[in-house]
């Protein structure tokens, strides 16, 4: 490979589509996925998803075949949700379970005391705004991590 190509590699711009919303009902499932998750889990990220909404997008290739997300799927399904956000990748299937691959697998390691300072200054900074704000509706269910 030449100097001018491998430049022209580095230089292209990665193009990832806009997520969308698609109904869930439209999503497949290869049932492939090694990712499993417990019930406390499912529970934890319906919490949240009830809080937050699904702000993490689904990831499927061209044809909605899933390749991230399929616990996000169940836990929406449970919540009565009718439609997500999705990502759709113009991948070949081989690339798709790569892509599972790396996404279930891509998780950092968290330091016990950082993490512990970092909880600390979301409860004082939860104080503050409740002695501040009117009481907030479902947020804390996120929080029963």
């Not at 991230?68 to 999705?86: F, H, I, N, P």
Request: with cysteine; charged share 35%.
């Amino acid at each position: 490979m030449s100097d001018q190509q491998v430049e022209t590699e580095r230089d292209r711009e990665i193009q990832i589509p806009m997520s969308k919303r698609v109904k869930i009902c439209d999503l497949k499932f290869d049932q492939d996925n090694p990712n499993r998750m417990s019930l406390a889990q499912l529970d934890r990220l319906k919490a949240s998803i009830r809080s937050w909404g699904d702000i993490v997008p689904i990831v499927t290739n061209k044809n909605l075949l899933v390749a991230d997300g399929e616990q996000s799927d169940a836990a929406m399904k449970e919540l009565g949700m009718t439609e997500c956000s999705v990502i759709r990748l113009p991948v070949k299937d081989v690339d798709r379970r790569l892509l599972r691959q790396v996404l279930n697998k891509l998780k950092g390691k968290h330091n016990k005391e950082l993490d512990s300072a970092e909880y600390l200054r979301i409860l004082e900074q939860g104080e503050k705004e409740d002695d501040d704000a009117p009481e907030r509706d479902n947020c804390k269910d996120a929080f029963c991590i």
